[in-house]
């Protein structure tokens, strides 16, 4: 065979590749296909189109469930893609503007706490991940105008986000929870060379973005003063949704009877002898519950009344905590205090912030900027706070001795416990200011902070 058919011959083969390759890239947006995507209902338009992604549990992700929520509040169509391992909250469920899609979770072998395992089974989950974002965002949604990612987690999210966004012509929207790097250090050390190449990675992708949104105005600045980043960048502060709310005398004796974990001391609760904290956790190691465990020690040694303290939440560490809890009773080190811990759905768990005297937030940020959002539904419900506050973005929303309280130790956090629940009247008197303090945070609402930030980028609010 002469050299020109073999050239021929290749050119041809080359040309067919190439082809296939282009045939077989996800389809590009077009400003026109706003449809639902549903043969059932021809027609029906939406004012944009929105995918909306978390890499993690739909139903404890709740500001990227707010997102959908406002979107196709406001006309917008969403996609809304991440792991089902818990119920998503109802109006997804039964809003034809929502589609949710569920990711593959990787295999059980790959999920590990160990952190020699980790660095084995890490590289192959990410891989597993890729190719799972890469057929949902690529094939099997239509294409959007925008693609709105939760951050962290960042690695593979960022990057095969960008990649579809290029392919498909959508606009990419960063929503920065925390830095991902900072997350990953708490497990393998700020100076590992895999969280400097991850810290590197994250906010070179908030440099490609369409726009940044931060959870505290110290975010923002970390973005954009330290690490340069140039796309726009707006602070959109978590806010409660509408259905955490202060309850009244009547719906807080009828929730407190009702609930399992309540019901057998709602009557003690209700008269003042026991006293109901509450906290949330995702049972990660950003948050110490020992600091609780020893503070409910230590208030166990005083005449203070007895507390009942319900934990809510689902997470790796929660067995670790469960095991300490199981050894303070055996040693009768928490004489004055019953340790409960829940997994509620949305209107329990708002209205059990509404039926509690006092909330614990133990949220001690890998980043420093970021700010738990347990604390603003607390406010929703009226509910003042005693939390750790030895990070800079703290004071953002927490204003001392006005809604709640800050400690640095469990010393600080016992004390108090016994200021606030042990002395009759002044505690009541304090615990009432700060109360008020909660619901005058609690008045400015999601959908009020949504709408002026991202409802505008979005284009569905003026």
């Known amino acids: 065979m002469s050299f020109l058919a073999i050239a021929l011959a290749g050119l041809v083969l080359g040309s067919a590749c190439f082809a296939v390759f282009v045939l077989l890239l996800p389809s590009r947006y077009h400003p026109d296909e706003y449809t639902l995507g549903d043969p059932s209902r021809p027609g029906v338009r939406s004012k944009t189109s929105v995918q909306v992604l978390v890499l993690g549990d739909i139903g404890r992700s709740p500001r990227t469930q707010y997102h959908a929520i406002s979107i196709a509040k406001h006309g917008g169509r969403v996609d809304l893609i991440g792991y089902r391992e818990s119920d998503?909250?109802?109006?997804?469920?039964?809003?034809?503007?929502?589609?949710?899609?569920?990711?593959?979770?990787?295999?059980?072998?790959?999920?590990?706490?160990?952190?020699?395992?980790?660095?084995?089974?890490?590289?192959?989950?990410?891989?597993?991940?890729?190719?799972?974002?890469?057929?949902i965002l690529g094939y099997r949604t239509h294409p959007a105008r925008w693609l709105l990612v939760q951050n962290p987690p960042s690695i593979p999210t960022l990057a095969i986000a960008y990649a579809i966004c290029l392919?498909?012509?959508?606009?990419?929207?960063?929503?920065?929870?925390?830095?991902?790097?900072?997350?990953?250090?708490?497990?393998?050390g700020a100076r590992h060379p895999l969280v400097r190449i991850a810290k590197w990675y994250e906010y070179a992708f908030g440099g490609l973005a369409s726009a940044n949104f931060t959870v505290t105005d110290a975010m923002a600045r970390?973005?954009?003063?330290?690490?340069?980043?140039?796309?726009?960048?707006?602070?959109?502060?978590?806010?409660?949704?509408?259905?955490?709310?202060?309850?009244?005398?009547?719906?807080?004796?009828?929730?407190?009877?009702?609930?399992?974990?309540?019901?057998?001391?709602?009557?003690?609760?209700?008269?003042?002898?026991?006293?109901?904290?509450?906290s949330s956790t995702s049972w990660t190691a950003d948050e110490d519950f020992s600091l609780l465990l020893s503070a409910l020690a230590t208030y166990s040694t005083t005449g203070?009344?007895?507390?009942?303290?319900?934990?809510?939440?689902?997470?790796?560490?929660?067995?670790?905590?469960?095991?300490?809890?199981?050894?303070?009773?055996?040693?009768?080190?928490?004489?004055r205090a019953t340790v409960l811990t829940a997994w509620l759905s949305t209107p329990d768990y708002a209205a059990l912030l509404g039926a509690a005297d006092l909330g614990v937030s133990l949220h001690t940020s890998s980043s420093g900027v970021d700010f738990p959002m347990k604390v603003?539904?607390?406010?929703?419900?009226?509910?003042?706070?005693?939390?750790?506050?030895?990070?800079?973005?703290?004071?953002?929303l927490v204003h001392e001795g006005?809604?709640?309280?800050?400690?640095?130790?469990?010393?600080?956090?016992?004390?108090?416990?016994?200021?606030?629940?042990?002395?009759?009247?002044?505690?009541?008197?304090e615990l009432g200011r700060l109360r008020e303090g909660a619901v005058r945070e609690g008045r400015r609402r999601w959908d009020d902070e949504w709408g002026p930030v991202a409802g505008r980028v979005l284009g569905l609010c003026d």
């Open 167 to 188: 392919l498909r012509d959508t606009h990419l929207l960063i929503d920065w929870h925390n830095f991902g790097w900072s997350v990953l250090a708490l497990r393998l």
């Open 304 to 335: 203070s009344p007895p507390i009942l303290a319900i934990i809510t939440g689902k997470g790796p560490q929660k067995a670790h905590y469960l095991a300490q809890i199981a050894a303070l009773r055996s040693q009768k080190q928490l004489a």
């Open 376 to 396: 603003v539904d607390m406010f929703g419900a009226g509910l003042p706070v005693l939390g750790w506050g030895g990070y800079e973005a703290w004071a953002e």
């Open 222 to 278: 970390v973005l954009r003063e330290e690490h340069h980043v140039r796309t726009p960048i707006l602070t959109l502060h978590d806010r409660p949704p509408a259905q955490f709310q202060p309850l009244s005398a009547t719906a807080r004796a009828s929730f407190l009877r009702r609930l399992p974990e309540t019901s057998g001391q709602a009557d003690a609760i209700l008269a003042g002898r026991t006293r109901l904290l509450v």
């Open 402 to 429: 006005r809604n709640g309280r800050a400690f640095a130790s469990a010393a600080e956090l016992a004390a108090a416990l016994v200021e606030l629940f042990g002395k009759a009247a002044e505690g009541e008197r």
């Open 88 to 135: 998503p909250h109802p109006n997804l469920l039964s809003d034809p503007l929502v589609n949710i899609i569920a990711i593959p979770p990787p295999p059980g072998i790959l999920r590990t706490e160990s952190r020699a395992l980790f660095l084995v089974f890490g590289p192959l989950k990410v891989l597993w991940q890729v190719w799972s974002l890469w057929l």
